[in-house]
């Protein structure tokens, strides 16, 4: 048996991202991996699991979509734990996107 709870493919892809949480926090954020229902994120700022936040993805080739979302899990980000982006935000996505897996999967192999 496996802990693994993925319902959807997750693609490799650093896109930049819009948070914004409320009307004072807003910020940007890389993405490290995006699927149709759910991104992990880099960003600065530590926020708190549980955390409603809308979302800006701008993904090449693409128009921006708006998006909201829970944050489901925050971690530190041991690749740099001390520098501009300290923690991963996993933000589970209210409606899910398939309308974007076929540039996920043209960006991850390389496509423009």
């Known amino acids: 048996?496996?802990?693994?709870?993925?319902?959807?493919?997750?693609?490799?892809?650093?896109?930049?991202?819009?948070?914004?949480?409320?009307?004072?926090?807003?910020?940007?954020?890389v993405s490290r991996n995006i699927s149709e229902t759910g991104v992990l994120v880099?960003?600065?700022?530590?926020?708190?699991?549980?955390?409603?936040?809308?979302?800006?993805?701008?993904?090449?080739?693409?128009?921006?979509?708006?998006?909201?979302?829970?944050?489901?899990?925050?971690e530190v980000n041991e690749d740099d734990p001390d520098g501009l982006w300290r923690y991963r935000l996993a933000i589970h996505f209210d409606t899910p996107v398939p309308q974007l897996v076929p540039a996920f999967e043209r960006l991850e192999q390389g496509g423009s």
């Open 1 to 29: 048996m496996t802990d693994e709870r993925r319902v959807s493919a997750r693609h490799t892809l650093w896109v930049p991202i819009e948070i914004k949480q409320g009307e004072e926090i807003q910020m940007l954020a």
């Open 42 to 74: 880099i960003v600065g700022a530590k926020l708190e699991v549980g955390g409603r936040v809308d979302l800006k993805l701008q993904v090449p080739g693409q128009s921006d979509e708006k998006l909201a979302g829970e944050i489901v899990r925050v």
